[in-house]
C-alpha cells in the first residue's frame, strides 16, 4: 500500500513538471510531427512523390540519336520525372551542377551515333553529377542506361546477324540490317512501355504498394521515438529516488518506518504507471493523428506491457549507477541518448541505400533494441516466432536489470 | 578585458567536468562512426558493399543461370545462391535482415526469354527500405532486360537468317545458341556505355573516395548534432549564475550588461568552435575526410558554426529557469534542427518543399557547406554562402537572447 | 521492575572510517521530558539523532526506544519517534495537504484517521488557510512549521528536532520554542539539538553537552552551572592585539582561566566586582586599552569554555 502511495505521489510531482511532460509527450510527438512532415502524414492517401530532377544536357552527337535521347527525355510523359535544359556547351552544363542548379548533367559525346552505327569505336555518355546527391543522380543515371542499353541491343543485335551471316557466306543487306535494328528496338521499347517487369513483395507476402514504405516509415521512426523517450521517463522516475536523496524527504521516508524495498518498490511503481500512460497516449495520437497502423491490438498491449516494464527496469538500474544527481544527468543525458540511438540504429538505416545488417544485430546490445525489434515485427505482421523471440528477449533482459537495480539500490540503502 | 576573463572563467568551468569531453568529443564521434556504418552496406570481403540478393533458381535452364552470372557482375547487388534454401528460407533471410531481397527465378523463366512473353518477377524486400529497394528494383530490371536483349537477338538473327536459307530443327537450335553466345560476348564490351563523374572529383581516387565513404553525410551531421547538445553545459552555467545572484553581482561591479553576455557568449562559441576543429580534425585524419582541402573555408564555416550555436546558447541560456528547463530547451532545438536540417537523412529524400523549409534552421546551411566541402572539395568560392547565413543566424539568435536576458 | 526510559543510549560509538564522530556516549532521557544536546557544530550531535531516528547504525552499543532496540525492532521502535530534520524535508512541489496526506500515509494513517489528523495539524500549525498552496510558494517559516508539523502526524511519543531554528527570523523561532512547550505539556518526549544556549535553558529538563563525539557534562540547568560554580565571566575587548600579552594576568588574585583572542578575552572570576579593577590596573601597566566589559553570570556557555576551553559559538 504504502510503496502505491509513493507511486501515486511521484505521478502527481511528474504531470506537473514542465521537464516530465516535455519528454514524456511533446518532444516524441514534435519528432514524430517533423518526420511526417517531411514525408508526408503517413495516412492512407499519403504519396512519396519526388521533385522533377533538374538535368541538364549538351548534344555533342554529330549523328541523331543524341537529339532522339534528349528529345525523349524533354518530352511531357517524362516531366514529372525531369526538367531538362539542353545547353550549348559542356562547360555550363557542368558549371550548373557545380552551382546546384541542376543535380546532373549528361554529356552526350559526338560519336555516339557514329559508334552505334559502326563496328569500331567506343562512345561514353558521361552523367557528371552532384556528389552530395544520390537519388536523382541515380535516377538520371538509370534512365540514361536504358536508353543506351536500347541502343546497344540494337547495334549488337545487328552485329551478331551480320558476324553469322558472314560465317556462312552470306551478307546481309543494309535494309535488312536497318530491319533488324527496328525489330530489336520496338520490341524492346514495347515492352518498356508495359511497364515494369519486377514487382516488391514483403517478406510476409504482401504486395508492396507504392507508398507503403512511407507508411511504415513514419510509424518505425514513431515507434523508436515512444521507446526512446519511454526509456528516458523510466530514468527521470528512478532519479527521483537520487532527487529526495538530496532534499531530504528519502532520509524522512526512512524515518517513518518503511523499509527501503517498499520505497524501491514504489519508485519503480511510478516508472512503469508513468511509462504506461505515455505509451498508451503516444500510440493513440500516432493512430488517430499520423494513421500510423500499430499492427493487432492484443500484440500491440503485450508490446506495451513488456516496453513499460522494461523502461522502468532499465532505468532503475541505470541511475543505480549514479551516486548523485550530477553523475544521474551524466546517465541520462549520455547512456540513454547512446543505447537509445542504438536501439533504433534500424530505424535510422531506413533512408541508406546500403544498409548493414551487423549494425541490427549490434542494436541487441541494449533493451530499446529488443523492443524495436518487437515492434517491427508487430507492425510488419512477421511470423509469431519472430515477435515472440523478440517479446521475450526484452522481458528476459528486463528482468535482469529490474533485478540488479533494486539490489544495487536496496544494498545502498541498507 | 574582463570580457575575455569571463570567458574564460566559463570555459574552466566546463573544463573541469569530464562530462564536457563526452558530450563534446566522444559522443559525437561514437555516432559518427556508427552512422557511418549504417550506411556503409553489408560489407562482403572489407569492401564489398553491395546489397545481398538471394537467388532461387526454380528454372535450371541455361537463362537462369546466365542472370545469375550477370548479376554477379552488378555493382549494385552482390547474388547469394544457395542450393539448401527453399523460398522460405530466402523470405525470412529478407525478414531478419541477413539478406536486403530475394528473387525468385520462377519455372518456365528461360522459355519466356525465347518467346519474348516475359515473366514478371517478384522480388521479396523489406518495403521500409525505400532506397535500397529502388537501386534494387532498378538493378534487377536493367539486368533482365539485357538478358532479354541476348535472347531477342538471338531470335531476331535467327529469323533473319531464316529468310535467306534453309536450316533444320537442329541447325536452328544450333544457329540460336550462338546468336546467344555471340551476343552475351558482345554485350561484355558494349558499344556505348555510361559513366558517372562527380562535381570536385577529378580523379579515380577521388571518386572512389565519394563512392566509398559512408562517413561523407554522418560526419558533418553528427557535428551539427552535438554542437547544439554540447550547449546545454555551457547554458546551465547561466542558469546556476542566475539563480545563485552571481549575475547581479557582476553588475555590481561595472561590468555592463552587454560586456557580461558577451563574456559568455564567448565562452561558448570557443568550446563550440574547438569541437568542431577537433572532430574535422578527427574526420580528416581517421575517416578520409578531406576537411582541409580548403582549409580557409573549412575555418570560417566552423567559426560561423560556433557562433551561431553559442548565439544559440545565450538564448537558451536566456529563457531557461533551471537547470531541467535549461536541458529541454537545449535538446529541443537539437532534435528538430538536427532532423529537419538533414543531419540523419539526407534531405533530397523529402521534397522540395521540405528542403525549403529546412533552410530556415541553421543545421542545413552547416550541412550543405560541410558536404560541398567533403564532397565536391570545394572552397570558400561556394561555401561563402551558408558562411553568411550562419552569420545571420548567429546575429538573430544573440539579438533575441540578449533581448530576453535577464540577470535576477 | 527496571524502569524504563523513552530514549536509553548505551555506550554509544559511530565512526565514519578513522573519524570519531561519537564516542561513547550514554545518555537516558524519561518519558515527558525535554532534553537538549547543546554543543558547537561538530560535536556530534546530529550523528547521535540520526542513530536514535534508525537512520545509521551505530558502530557499537545500542539505542532503546521504550525498551526497543533501534538496531533489532527497528520499525517497531519508530513507531514512537517523530523526526523534525534540520534541513527542510518536503515536497515542494505539492500543496502544504498533500504533504501532509503524503507523509500520514507513510506513517501508516489512513482515511478518516489521517483526515482528521491533517486538520489536527493544519490548526496547530496554523496553516489551514494556505493549506492548498504549493510549499514553494511557502516563506521560511512556514516551511518550517510544516517540517514539525509532519514529524506529529502520528502523534508520536517523542519528537526529534535536530536544530530546528537555524537561520530563521525571530518571530518564527518564537513560535517554535513555544510550539516545543506546548508539545511537551501534552505529555510529549522531547529530544532537542541546539548550538544555542538559551533555547536549551529555556526548554530543556535536562542538557547532554557534547563536544568532539562525547558528552562531557549532563544534569539540569543547574546543576551544570554548578560545574563552574559561582564563577562570573567576564569579557574584555582590546584596542590591540593581545594574543601573547596576558601571561601575567594569570597570577592576578581571583582569576580561574583566562582564554584570550585576537583583541578580546574571556576570563573566569570567582567575583567580578573584586577582578575588574585588577584588569584595568594591569591593563594600564601593560599599556593595554580595554575598550569594552560584559560581565555574565555563570550559564552553560561559561561551562562549556571552562570544561572545554573554547566558546560554544566560535
Given at each position: 500500500m504504502k510503496a502505491l502511495d509513493i507511486a501515486i505521489k511521484d505521478m502527481k510531482q511528474a504531470f506537473r513538471s514542465l521537464f516530465a511532460i516535455a519528454f514524456m509527450f511533446v518532444i516524441p510527438i514534435l519528432i514524430t510531427g517533423l518526420f511526417a512532415f517531411i514525408f508526408g502524414s503517413g495516412g492512407e492517401d499519403t504519396e512519396i512523390s519526388f521533385e522533377p530532377i533538374a538535368v541538364q544536357a549538351t548534344n555533342q552527337d554529330t549523328g541523331e540519336l543524341g537529339a532522339i535521347m534528349l528529345q525523349i527525355w524533354g518530352s511531357d510523359a517524362l516531366s514529372d520525372l525531369i526538367i531538362l535544359t539542353v545547353v550549348e556547351d559542356e562547360a555550363s552544363a557542368r558549371q550548373a551542377v557545380d552551382d546546384k542548379q541542376a543535380e546532373a548533367a549528361i554529356l552526350i559525346p559526338a560519336n555516339f551515333t557514329e559508334t552505334l552505327f559502326t563496328t569500331s569505336s567506343h562512345a561514353e555518355v558521361e552523367i557528371y553529377q552532384d556528389p552530395t546527391l544520390t537519388l536523382g543522380p541515380g535516377i538520371v543515371k538509370s534512365l540514361v542506361t536504358q536508353f543506351v542499353d536500347t541502343m546497344n541491343g540494337s547495334h549488337i543485335t545487328v552485329k551478331v546477324a551480320n558476324l553469322q551471316a558472314a560465317e556462312r557466306g552470306q551478307t546481309l543487306t543494309p535494309e535488312q540490317s536497318e530491319a533488324l535494328s527496328m525489330a530489336y528496338y520496338t520490341?524492346?521499347?514495347?515492352?518498356?512501355?508495359?511497364?515494369?517487369?519486377?514487382?516488391?513483395?514483403?517478406?510476409?507476402?504482401?504486395?508492396?504498394?507504392?507508398?507503403?514504405?512511407?507508411?511504415?516509415?513514419?510509424g518505425f521512426i514513431m515507434g523508436g521515438m515512444m521507446i526512446f523517450y519511454a526509456y528516458f521517463t523510466g530514468a527521470y522516475a528512478s532519479n527521483t529516488i537520487l532527487t529526495e536523496q538530496e532534499n531530504g524527504t528519502l532520509e524522512r521516508m526512512f524515518g517513518t518506518a518503511t523499509p527501503p524495498a517498499v520505497i524501491i518498490t514504489g519508485k519503480l511503481l511510478a516508472a512503469a504507471l508513468m511509462i504506461f500512460v505515455q505509451l498508451v497516449i503516444l500510440t493513440a495520437f500516432g493512430r488517430l493523428v499520423f494513421g500510423i497502423k500499430w499492427g493487432a491490438l492484443g500484440l500491440l498491449l503485450v508490446f506495451i506491457l513488456v516496453t513499460t516494464v522494461g523502461a522502468a527496469a532499465f532505468g532503475m538500474f541505470a541511475i543505480s549507477l549514479a551516486k548523485d544527481r550530477k553523475q544521474a544527468g551524466v546517465i541520462m543525458g549520455a547512456g540513454l541518448t547512446v543505447t537509445g540511438m542504438l536501439g533504433m540504429a534500424g530505424t535510422f538505416m531506413l533512408s541508406s541505400p546500403t544498409p548493414n545488417s551487423t549494425i541490427d544485430t549490434l542494436t541487441l546490445l541494449v533493451p530499446q533494441g529488443w523492443a524495436n525489434r518487437a515492434l517491427l515485427a508487430i507492425m510488419e505482421g512477421l511470423s509469431p516466432e519472430r515477435i515472440w523471440l523478440s517479446v521475450l528477449g526484452l522481458i528476459v533482459y528486463s528482468a535482469v536489470l529490474a533485478a540488479l537495480g533494486f539490489f544495487r539500490f536496496q544494498k545502498r540503502f541498507a | 578585458m574582463r570580457i575575455l576573463q569571463l570567458a574564460l572563467k566559463d570555459m574552466k568551468q566546463l573544463f573541469q567536468s569530464w562530462q564536457t569531453a563526452f558530450f563534446l568529443l566522444l559522443m559525437p564521434i561514437g555516432f559518427t562512426l556508427l552512422f557511418g556504418f549504417m550506411f556503409s552496406g553489408n560489407g562482403g570481403g572489407e569492401e564489398d558493399t553491395r546489397l545481398l540478393i538471394g537467388i532461387m533458381d526454380l528454372d535450371q535452364t541455361e537463362q537462369s543461370q546466365a542472370f545469375i552470372q550477370m548479376l554477379e557482375g552488378s555493382e549494385t547487388l552482390?547474388?547469394?545462391?544457395?542450393?539448401?534454401?527453399?523460398?522460405e528460407t530466402y523470405r525470412k533471410q529478407v525478414e531478419i535482415g541477413d539478406l536486403n531481397a530475394a528473387l525468385v527465378l520462377p519455372s518456365g523463366f528461360g522459355e519466356s526469354l525465347a518467346t519474348g512473353e516475359l515473366l514478371p518477377l517478384t522480388v521479396v524486400a523489406d518495403d521500409t527500405a525505400l532506397v535500397a529497394n529502388q537501386a534494387i528494383r532498378a538493378e534487377v530490371e536493367t539486368m533482365y532486360t539485357r538478358l532479354f536483349g541476348m535472347t531477342l537477338t538471338a531470335s531476331i538473327s535467327q529469323e533473319t537468317y531464316r529468310q535467306i536459307a534453309d536450316l533444320s530443327t537442329d541447325e536452328q537450335q544450333a544457329f540460336y545458341q550462338e546468336s546467344l553466345d555471340l551476343a552475351a560476348a558482345e554485350w561484355k564490351n558494349p558499344p556505348a556505355t555510361v559513366f558517372s563523374s562527380y562535381a570536385g572529383a577529378e580523379t579515380e581516387e577521388q571518386v572512389e573516395a565519394i563512392e566509398q565513404n559512408a562517413y561523407i553525410h554522418s560526419s558533418p551531421g553528427m557535428m551539427a548534432q552535438f554542437a547544439i547538445a554540447g550547449l546545454i553545459g555551457a547554458a546551465e552555467i547561466l542558469v546556476t549564475e542566475r539563480k545563485s545572484r552571481a549575475l547581479s553581482r557582476m553588475l555590481t561591479t561595472g561590468f555592463s550588461r552587454m560586456g557580461i553576455l558577451t563574456g559568455h557568449y564567448l565562452a561558448m562559441s570557443m568550446v563550440i568552435f574547438l569541437q568542431l576543429l577537433v572532430l574535422a580534425v578527427f574526420g580528416q585524419i581517421f575517416l578520409d575526410l578531406k576537411y582541409f582541402s580548403s582549409p580557409?573555408?573549412?575555418?570560417l564555416l566552423?567559426?560561423?558554426?560556433?557562433?551561431?550555436n553559442g548565439a544559440l546558447g545565450l538564448l537558451i541560456g536566456a529563457l531557461a529557469k533551471s537547470s531541467d528547463t535549461a536541458v529541454v530547451f537545449s535538446l529541443i532545438p537539437m532534435f528538430i534542427f538536427a532532423g529537419l536540417g538533414g543531419a540523419w537523412m539526407p534531405l533530397e529524400f523529402a521534397g522540395k518543399s521540405v528542403q525549403f523549409v529546412a533552410h530556415f534552421t541553421p543545421v542545413a546551411w552547416m550541412m550543405d557547406g560541410f558536404k560541398d566541402i567533403l564532397a565536391r572539395g570545394a572552397g570558400l568560392e561556394t561555401v561563402w554562402l551558408p558562411i553568411v547565413v550562419l552569420l545571420g543566424f548567429a546575429a538573430l539568435f544573440f539579438s533575441l537572447g540578449a533581448w530576453r536576458f535577464r540577470f535576477e | 521492575m527496571e524502569k524504563q526510559f523513552a530514549i536509553e543510549i548505551k555506550d554509544l560509538h559511530r565512526y565514519y572510517d578513522d573519524i570519531k564522530a561519537v564516542e561513547g556516549v550514554s545518555l537516558q532521557i524519561e518519558a515527558g521530558t525535554v532534553f537538549s544536546l547543546l554543543g558547537p557544530n561538530g560535536a556530534g550531535k546530529s550523528t547521535t539523532i540520526s542513530v536514535?531516528?534508525?537512520?545509521?547504525?551505530p558502530t557499537e552499543g545500542d539505542v532503546a526506544i521504550f525498551g526497543k532496540s533501534i538496531t533489532g525492532q527497528a520499525n517497531a521502535a519508530k513507531q514512537h519517534i517523530g523526526v523534525v530534520p534540520q534541513d527542510i524535508a518536503l515536497y515542494e512541489d505539492l500543496t502544504c495537504r498533500e504533504n501532509l496526506s503524503f507523509w500520514g500515509k507513510m506513517y501508516g494513517l489512513r482515511g478518516t484517521q489521517l483526515e482528521s489528523r491533517i486538520s489536527e495539524i493544519l490548526e496547530m500549525i496554523e496553516l489551514a488557510n494556505r493549506q492548498k498552496d504549493k510549499v514553494e510558494k511557502y516563506s521560511g517559516g512556514m516551511k518550517r512549521r510544516l517540517n514539525i508539523g509532519v514529524a506529529l502526524l502520528h502523534k508520536p511519543d517523542i519528537v526529534i528536532m535536530d536544530e530546528p531554528t537555524v537561520g530563521i527570523d525571530p518571530q518564527s523561532r518564537r513560535k517554535i520554542l513555544d510550539s516545543v512547550k506546548a508539545l511537551n505539556e501534552?505529555?510529549?518526549?522531547?529530544?532537542?539539538?541546539?548550538?544555542?544556549?538559551?533555547?536549551?535553558?529555556?526548554?530543556?529538563?535536562?542538557?547532554?553537552?557534547?563536544d568532539h563525539g562525547k558528552v562531557i557534562a549532563e544534569g539540569s540547568h543547574n546543576e551544570l552551572v554548578r560545574i563552574v560554580g559561582e564563577l562570573d565571566r567576564v569579557e574584555l575587548t582590546f584596542g590591540t592585539e593581545i594574543t601573547d600579552r596576558l601571561g601575567e594576568w594569570q597570577h592576578l588574585p581571583g582569576i580561574q582561566s583566562i582564554t584570550p583572542d585576537t583583541n578580546a578575552a574571556s576570563l573566569l572570576v570567582e567575583d567580578s566586582d573584586q577582578?575588574?579593577?585588577?584588569?584595568?590596573?594591569?591593563?594600564?601597566?601593560?599599556?593595554?586599552?580595554?575598550?569594552s566589559v560584559t560581565v555574565h553570570e555563570p550559564n552553560l556557555e561559561t561551562v562549556f569554555l571552562h570544561l572545554t576551553g573554547r566558546a560554544l559559538r566560535e
Open positions: 520490341t524492346i521499347s514495347g515492352g518498356a512501355q508495359q511497364g515494369s517487369l519486377i514487382s516488391l513483395e514483403s517478406p510476409g507476402g504482401e504486395q508492396q504498394q507504392a507508398n507503403a514504405g512511407v507508411k511504415s516509415i513514419l | 552482390r547474388p547469394v545462391v544457395n542450393a539448401d534454401y527453399t523460398e580557409v573555408a573549412t575555418l566552423i567559426t560561423a558554426s560556433a557562433m551561431v | 536514535i531516528s534508525g537512520l545509521l547504525r501534552q505529555g510529549m518526549t522531547v529530544l532537542y539539538t541546539t548550538h544555542y544556549m538559551e533555547e536549551a535553558q529555556e526548554l530543556s529538563d535536562r542538557i547532554a553537552i557534547m577582578a575588574l579593577p585588577l584588569f584595568f590596573e594591569a591593563a594600564a601597566r601593560d599599556h593595554l586599552k580595554i575598550t
